[in-house]
């Protein structure tokens, strides 16, 4: 997923990682050149619905203004939630 605003320099990246892991996804999260932050989040399908909703809204000193989500199918093994 990519999330678009007022998203870098304001502990997104360690505040997705933390809901993670909370809710037992396993995946990344980076900041991008342009701005906006990269996710690939994997689990079940409850826990990656809460996490769109905290992605949604941020911590408290983010402005999220917009997130675009792409299913992806893999059986590539991902473990742990990091942030690269």
């Known amino acids: 997923m990519i999330v678009e605003g007022k998203v870098q320099g304001?502990?997104?990246?360690?505040?997705?990682?933390?809901?993670?892991?909370?809710?037992?996804?396993?995946?990344?999260?980076?900041?991008?050149?342009?701005?906006?932050?990269?996710?690939m989040v994997y689990g079940g399908a409850q826990d990656l619905e809460a996490f769109r909703r905290f992605v949604e809204v941020g911590p408290p000193h983010a402005r999220v203004t917009g997130?675009?989500?792409?299913?992806?199918?893999?059986?590539?093994?991902?473990?742990?939630?990091?942030?690269?």
């Not at 360690?14 to 991008?32: K, P, Q, S």
């Open 67 to 84: 997130v675009t989500w792409v299913k992806v199918a893999t059986d590539e093994p991902v473990v742990g939630f990091s942030v690269v």
């Open 10 to 39: 304001v502990g997104f990246r360690h505040a997705a990682r933390y809901e993670g892991i909370r809710l037992h996804l396993t995946g990344w999260v980076r900041n991008r050149d342009d701005g906006k932050v990269e996710m």
